[in-house]
């Protein structure tokens, strides 16, 4: 018999790309999602899978399920998402993780929080290990993700002092791949969905803000690895160190779609982290992990999931 795993806000980007790679691996898996940014379409064809179940269900709300493995991963994650209804997000992020956690004790499962690059906010160092306790403002309007999730990891990390139970916190840096919403407002689908279409790519600010991008199937590597990793609690990056500024993205992208699109660029948002790049030596050193696809080949595979999507959404 495979492991039980619950995957909370697995509907989502990276929880349906989760489940599907879990089922293949021998798990059953149960997806909790409120469905808040969650797309049916992500997880339609696992629906009739005899190694699948779904529960409709806000982790705000305490649940009860048998699992030996919990992946927390329930929570918005793209500011226009988060910031729509922030006293929201601040309830999932708390309320949420301390369901999630509560569950875990009571059943003896070991839990994995997705925390965030975010928790380092706007950093002054760079690139950004573990121990760096970050820039975040605790008024902005990122406050509701940012503080929030830093508050998720403090439960977590208190969880597993105060009661014993079995933790794990990845912080993970910008992820991209296919099941990501073309609505999103994240910067990959909003630039492959505009060069797709041959709208103009709208960059905020003047382009020299960096990311540092991971695709979907590396993050998975490490999401499993961490929660595979029995003892370890973190908190451990999961990124890719490549950086690239936005501009040179916007470049790329509009080089691989072949499009005729034309670079415009619009105010900078509030708080918004000028640079961002994972230092990976604990993963590396700690679950034997690193990233391995290349900026091309990840955006080759996700322009054309996002090909594939305008077409459906034309017939
Ligand atoms: N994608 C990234 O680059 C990235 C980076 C850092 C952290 N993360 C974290 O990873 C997790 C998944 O992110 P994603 O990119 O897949 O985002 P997503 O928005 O695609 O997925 C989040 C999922 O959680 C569900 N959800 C939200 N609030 C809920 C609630 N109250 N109850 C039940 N379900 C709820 C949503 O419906 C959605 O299915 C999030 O916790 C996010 O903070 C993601």
């Known amino acids: 018999m495979g492991k039980r795993v619950l995957i909370t806000g697995g509907a989502g980007f990276i929880g349906s790309n989760l489940a599907r790679d879990l089922i293949s691996k021998g798990c059953y898996v149960i997806c909790l999602d409120n469905m808040s940014t969650g797309r049916m379409e992500n997880i339609e064809d696992l629906l009739d899978n005899d190694s699948f179940a779904f529960i409709r269900h806000d982790v705000r709300k305490p ?28 309830k999932t992020c708390f309320l949420g993780s301390l369901n999630a956690l509560d569950l875990a004790y009571k059943t003896g499962a070991r839990v994995l929080l997705a925390g965030t690059s975010e928790t380092y906010g706007d950093p002054l160092v760079h690139p950004q290990p573990e121990d760096y306790r970050g820039n975040t403002s605790s008024t902005g309007p990122r406050a509701c993700y940012d503080e929030g999730k830093r508050a998720s990891e403090a ?65 998975l590597a490490g999401l499993e690895a961490a929660m595979a990793r029995k003892d370890f609690r973190g908190p451990v990056n999961l990124g890719n160190p490549s950086e690239m500024t936005v501009k040179d993205l916007a470049h790329l992208v509009i080089r691989l779609t072949g499009s005729s ?30 990233p391995v696809v290349g900026a091309e080949d990840g955006l080759g595979m996700t322009i054309e999931y996002y090909r594939k999507q305008i077409e459906n959404d034309q017939q």
């Not at 649940?63 to 601040?90: G, M, N, W």
């Open 63 to 90: 649940f009860r399920v048998s699992a030996d493995e919990i992946y927390h991963l329930a929570c918005p994650a793209s500011p226009a998402e988060y910031q729509k209804k922030p006293v929201d997000t601040l």
């Open 155 to 219: 439960l977590f990390f208190d969880h597993g002092r105060q009661y014993g139970t079995d933790i794990c916190v990845v912080r993970i840096f910008n992820t991209y791949g296919p099941n990501m919403s073309p609505n999103d407002g994240r910067v990959i689908p909003n630039f492959v969905t505009q060069a797709l279409s041959g709208d103009d790519i709208t960059v905020y600010g003047n382009g020299t803000q960096t990311r540092s991008f991971c695709y979907i199937t590396d993050l």
């Open 261 to 290: 699109s034309k670079i415009v660029y619009r105010d900078l948002p509030a708080d918004d982290p000028s640079r961002r790049r994972p230092d990976i030596s604990l993963a590396e050193r700690e679950l034997g992990w690193a």
